[in-house]
């Protein structure tokens, strides 16, 4: 649901390596990613049909399941800039997948002709967003030692495909390197390699009602907002409100570990229990030292989970701008 983009990359490519597969093998040479071909031959062509159709099952499924997991950007940023990471990273895995083809040759020796065709690239680098900005929320513990996470598997399936072939890792590495540069706000590369907004328009009247989905029955509702974006930034919320409150859940176990809760009606005064949602601490005349001085990012990231200003403002006070403390504090008054 909300992710129109993702279901049309998982079902559309994943049907013609399929086809090509089991009933058109002869088209297969089509769709080759021939770097020989490229450089010598100048079929630019097999840039776009090399990179874009898997011809190997296993990197079908794989990929597949990974543009599954990653499906959370598009709900998350919407589908024009979901689009356009896809796209950057593309070209630039592109021009990357060249250059190490090149440097490979010239420090080993080794002439690469040709490489693992499929939307290899963008997806590795989808990798990218995933580590930065998914939280990591721990799910269990093997042998008391080894945490799994709600990131685990996705890392599991990315490591199944880079072991799939014996020069994928060429196609990992790009795409790596292309979703590190267009993430970086240095090089301004997401204001050059963008979706022209007329674009996604003219794709989201024409493609987004055959691939968007019905909202799911069983799904927890949400106020209902006035646009369509809006309801999205409502969902994700939801999801950000649920993950923060799943690290606490885990900082209370570690802290019942080391020996017990810390009485937070004991240390601080209930912040519920007032007229004004709005309000913020001003010192008597009768010695009590200034307020802490709070960051507004921190406000900011609080208020998005629903609290008013003044209860932010007062939980990164008492807390001396601790954001999981101050979280843990509002969640539980």
Known sequence: DKAPLSKSLLLVPSAISILLTLLFQHYQKFFAYNLQAVKEDFQIWRLVSGRTICL????????????????????????RKFSSFLLGAWMLSALFDLLLVEITQYIFGITINSLPSGFLGPVFALFVPFYSSIPRVQVTQVLGHFSITNKSLVYILGLQLLT????IWILALSGLISGICYNSSMLKVHRILCV???V????????EPVFSSAEPTNEV?????????????????LL?????????AQ????????????????????LRHRHN??????PSEQGIPPPTEVSEEQVARLMEMGFSRGDALEALRASNNDLNVATNFLLQH
């Open 56 to 79: 190997d099952l296993k990197d079908t499924f794989c990929s597949t399941l990974l543009i599954y997991n990653f499906r959370i950007f598009e709900r998350r940023y919407g589908s």
């Open 164 to 167: 799939s072939g014996s020069y």
């Open 196 to 198: 022209p907004r007329w």
């Open 200 to 207: 996604a328009k003219i794709f989201s009247w024409t493609l």
């Open 221 to 237: 509702r949400v106020g209902m907002g006035a646009t369509v974006d809006i309801q999205r930034q409502q969902r994700m919320e």
């Open 240 to 248: 950000d409100r649920q993950i923060m409150m799943s690290q606490v």
């Open 251 to 270: 900082m209370r176990r570690q802290r019942q570990q080391q020996g017990g809760m810390i009485n937070w009606n004991r240390l601080f005064p209930p």
């Open 277 to 282: 949602a709005n309000y913020q601490d001003h």
